[in-house]
């Protein structure tokens, strides 16, 4: 399986900005969408941001269009999140995610990380 370990994360202030990466092991990064979820103390689960396996395509949440930006290198395995902006809200465990068989339209990762801590102050 594919295995990604998640970095980045930790305490900012509201305003603050954060960026997120994710290292992915094998070979077959490239046949992989990627995408980054949270999840936030008695909350549901949430999708924050999708990319297609070359980069072309893009989604996200509601909540984070035009403060956060998912990016890729497949050069080097490894996606990011760019979080600017950020807001209370935002706090949650960040979780970097794995398709082969799904991309931005319709998004449902075979392949999860461990998660990252993104706490916002305010």
């Known amino acids: 399986q594919v295995q990604l370990v998640e970095s980045g994360g930790g305490l900012v202030q509201a305003g603050g900005s954060l960026r997120l990466s994710c290292a992915a092991s094998?070979?077959?990064?490239?046949?992989?969408?990627m995408g980054w979820f949270r999840q936030a103390p008695g909350k549901e689960r949430e999708s924050v941001a999708v990319i297609s396996k070359s980069g072309g395509s893009t989604r996200y949440a509601n909540s984070v269009k035009g403060r956060f930006t998912i990016s890729r290198d497949n050069a080097k395995n490894t996606v990011y999140l760019q979080m600017n902006s950020l807001k209370p809200e935002d706090t949650a465990v960040y979780y970097c995610?794995?398709?082969?068989?799904?991309?931005?339209?319709?998004?449902?990762?075979?392949?999860w990380g461990q998660g990252t801590q993104v706490t916002v102050s305010s």
């Open positions: 995610t794995a398709s082969l068989y799904s991309g931005p339209s319709y998004y449902s990762p075979e392949y």
């Open positions: 094998g070979r077959t990064f490239s046949s992989h969408a």
